[in-house]
């Protein structure tokens, strides 16, 4: 949405272009689905969009526009100790902190195009050099909303195949400064259960195999789990969901 539009259209609103960029901040209220709107506010920056928009309007399509994109963010990319363009490596996609920039992340659904997973990257050799490095443009002439009191980025670390939600666990969350050269060492922990687990009932042996029972992101985890449930309880009440959960395709995103 350009701003400078907004502001020179008088057919739209007669508000300061200060005011507008003040409205426009309320957007960031939208990151967090336990905030209390300021009502008045809300009823206001309400009435500028749908004039704008000359009527409903797509909330995702808003706050994936006011994102800064991976295109311009990402300056260079190497994996296995190749250089990739950086957009063959990430993906702009829907996390807990709203849409970033994603390597790995395979989870179906969670965009609203028809594009199929991408295959799990996996690392051929140990060492610095061959796993993921990336050059990143920390724009800090731009920290019009920020969630924290910080310069720089939120690194998320989480299961490939699952919607990175910290309050379900399994996820790992890094801080990172700008001009500075950061490392993070990942290492992993895997637990197996034998086939003959399988024999036993579920309420017997209290754990769940992945492909015994579906969510909507795909095969079940403990996590995705607890976000779905999460999200059909919101859906539930509220007849509506926070734009940063994964696509449900009852779920019109449109104002």
């Avoid at 919607?163 to 993070?184: A, F, H, K, M, Q």
Wanted: hydrophobic residues 35%; charged residues 25%; contains cysteine.
């Amino acid at each position: 949405m350009d701003v400078t539009i907004l502001c020179y259209r008088s057919n739209v609103t007669k508000l300061s272009s200060d005011e507008i960029l003040e409205l426009i901040e309320q957007l960031g209220d939208a990151y967090n689905s336990m905030h209390r709107f300021e009502i008045t506010r809300y009823d206001e920056l309400n009435r500028v969009l749908l004039d704008f928009y000359e009527g409903d309007y797509d909330m995702d399509a808003i706050m994936k526009e006011l994102t800064p994109q991976c295109t311009l963010m990402l300056i260079k990319c190497l994996f296995n100790g190749n250089e990739y363009n950086c957009s063959e490596l990430f993906s702009f996609e829907k996390t807990q902190d709203g849409y970033c920039c994603t390597f790995n992340y395979i989870i179906k659904g969670n965009t609203n195009n028809d594009e199929e997973p991408m295959e799990v990257r996996t690392v051929k050799d140990l060492g610095i050099e061959r796993g993921l490095t990336v050059v990143m443009e920390p724009f800090l002439d731009d920290y019009f909303y920020t969630f924290l009191p910080v310069i720089g980025w939120k690194v998320t670390l989480f299961n490939p195949t699952d919607y990175p939600d910290n309050i379900s666990g399994g996820v790992t969350e890094v801080l990172v400064s700008p001009l500075l050269e950061s490392y993070l060492e990942i290492e992993a922990v895997s637990f197996y259960s034998t086939g003959q687990t399988k024999s036993y009932p579920i309420s017997k042996r209290k754990c769940i195999f992945p492909n015994e029972i579906r969510t909507r992101y795909g095969d079940y985890s403990y996590s995705d789990c607890l976000v779905d449930c999460r999200e059909q309880l919101i859906w539930k009440m509220c007849k509506c969901i926070p734009f940063y959960l994964p696509t449900r395709t009852e779920v019109n995103s449109k104002r």
